[in-house]
């Protein structure tokens, strides 16, 4: 009995498997988004605030993985109860390979909103195809699987005998390899649909020659001026990284504005280009985090964009909008005040990598991503600050966010042990768009509750809205140490020693590290 559960119980599995593997090349081959995602996107987006706060505690950016595994193996969870029920109540199977299918259909229309009622119908193909196909999976295998009873015993069609454990055995690895197939293709396809890194290689862009920062520190362990691409951390709500077609992008700049605009990639490219050299930080950040990164952004003034278009009196919020429906959303007078906002294209002498918002995304000096940073960008929306909230304000976190002054240890790493003698300490420090102007480093003897700060020598200032470098060199002796640092921001105000968790509005903090100096 229970060697015939296991077996109904793989055949719902594998079942679900091919109905997961078939939607997802459907999916590829329609340009449309795979069942799992949808569903993803859609707990993403209703999950609540505390178990938004309480996943990226425990997970940070290994969030979407999980989040990714986690629905597969409920759907399979679910296969694998079909399967059992279904051996003896075949109208189980039915139903739940409908209500699979419809699900799936839902979710996946429901995240292509800018769909047409054709692209509707195409995007709800894949599931309802997937599980059409999966049902009749099923049905072939939990036939295959009863092969240890009588061949007369007038079983349902839904369990009518095809002898042979070979002939189960020849369905279930058919079922796998069609499943795994399936996925693999459709993720090929969905890869192809729209080549970003072609579109990318095809574009020269107006960018300054790309040069090593003079006066930068060299450290082995020390976060370099300017972040490589490749090290620049990604945090969003989507699954998967949209691909955009340049051909048919557009930047539409609406709302209380005198003149709407409709801005081709072409057309941002002709209009007058400046690169800035820009820290942007995740309000996620938990002290001496290193969501972080300090790069070089090409692209046009976003103060320019919207004079052009005309902002009318009582517009106090720019709304960012993601081709994925992704928003944000800051004060007006922040664009207005004179930081170098933009929307920018390149990034580190290059068209923007499409994990960082190929091909446009906003990016705004002084402010944490989660309010300015719209990768992908689509629509700059004019309104009133009263009128809308931003992806994550209902989620519980801060309508106003400007970054805070941080300050980071890179050199040593925290649990190290080091020799005695000469060590350096360096790490970096930022303050959004006021800029650094010390940095200070404080060692204390374990069991010690004060010792002196002592000044930190600095890299060269970039700009206001970069980084900066540091680094105190240490004369260790034996003993067990805990390392210390603040920085004092632009304006003179000092980094705060009070802890703070990154919600609702970023950490607060001093970052400190435990050193062990051992002959």
């Not at 997802?24 to 569903?39: F, S």
């Not at 997970?59 to 193996?73: E, Q, Y």
């Not at 990164?293 to 902002?311: E, I, T």
Request: charged residues 20%.
């Amino acid at each position: 009995m229970r060697t015939r559960t296991f077996r109904d119980g793989l055949s719902g599995v594998l079942a679900v498997a091919v109905t997961l593997g078939v939607a997802e090349l459907v999916a590829g081959l329609a340009g449309a988004i795979a069942p799992v995602i949808a569903v993803g996107d859609l707990l993403i987006d209703h999950a609540p605030s505390w178990v938004t706060h309480l996943v990226i505690d425990a997970l940070g950016a290994r969030d979407k993985p999980v989040l990714i595994l986690t629905v597969t193996l409920a759907a399979l969870a679910t296969g694998a109860v079909i399967g059992v029920m279904g051996r003896l109540r075949p109208l189980v199977g039915t139903i739940g390979f409908t209500a699979l299918g419809m699900l799936g259909a839902i979710t996946t229309t429901v995240d292509t909103p800018s769909a047409s009622v054709q692209g509707s119908f195409l995007v709800a193909l894949g599931p309802l195809i997937g599980a059409a196909v999966g049902w009749q999976t099923l049905r072939l295998l939990l036939r295959a699987g009863v092969f240890d009873a009588p061949a007369s015993t007038g079983a349902q069609p839904m369990t009518q005998r095809i002898p042979g454990r070979r002939a189960f055995l020849g369905f279930t690895a058919a079922a796998a390899g069609a499943s795994a197939a399936s996925f693999v293709a459709g993720r090929r396809f969905a890869g192809e649909s729209v080549d970003v890194e072609a579109q990318r290689k095809s574009l020269t862009l107006a960018a300054a020659p790309q040069t090593s920062p003079t006066g930068a520190l060299d450290l082995n362990g020390l976060s370099p001026l300017i972040t490589p691409n490749n090290d620049f951390y990604r945090i969003d709500t989507t699954l998967i990284t949209p691909r955009v077609d340049l051909k048919t992008w557009r930047l539409r700049i609406t709302g209380m504005v005198e003149h709407p605009l409709t801005i081709s990639f072409d057309d941002l490219l002709a209009m007058p280009s400046r690169e800035e050299i820009i820290t942007l930080s995740c309000v996620s950040n938990e002290v001496g985090g290193d969501l972080v990164g300090n790069a070089r952004w090409l692209g046009v003034s976003l103060v320019d964009l919207l004079k052009q278009a005309g902002v009318k009196p009582g517009a106090t919020q720019i709304v960012g909008r993601s081709v994925d429906g992704f928003t944000v959303g800051f004060p007006t007078e922040v664009a207005m005040d004179g930081r170098p906002a933009m929307v920018a294209y390149g990034m580190n002498g290059e068209a923007l990598p499409g994990p960082h918002g190929f091909p446009a995304r906003l990016v705004v000096p002084g402010l944490y991503g989660y309010v300015s940073a719209t990768k992908w960008l689509t629509e700059i929306e004019l309104t009133t600050w009263e009128a809308f909230d931003a992806y994550w304000i209902p989620r519980g976190w801060a309508k106003r966010a400007p970054i805070k002054t941080q300050s980071r240890i890179d050199v040593p790493r925290d649990g190290r042990t080091v020799k005695p003698g000469r060590v350096p300490v360096a790490g970096v420090a930022w303050a959004g768009d006021r800029g650094i102007n010390t940095v200070e480093v404080r060692v204390r003897r374990d069991g010690e509750t004060d010792a002196p700060w002592q000044p930190a020598r600095l890299s060269e200032s970039l700009s206001t809205n970069a980084w900066r470098q540091w680094v105190v060199e240490w004369q260790a002796e034996p003993g067990d140490y805990l390392i210390e640092v603040r920085a004092t921001d632009g304006r003179g105000e000092v980094q705060t020693g009070k802890y703070q968790r990154p919600d609702p509005d970023g950490a607060t903090g001093w970052h400190r590290i435990d050193v062990r100096v051992r002959a």
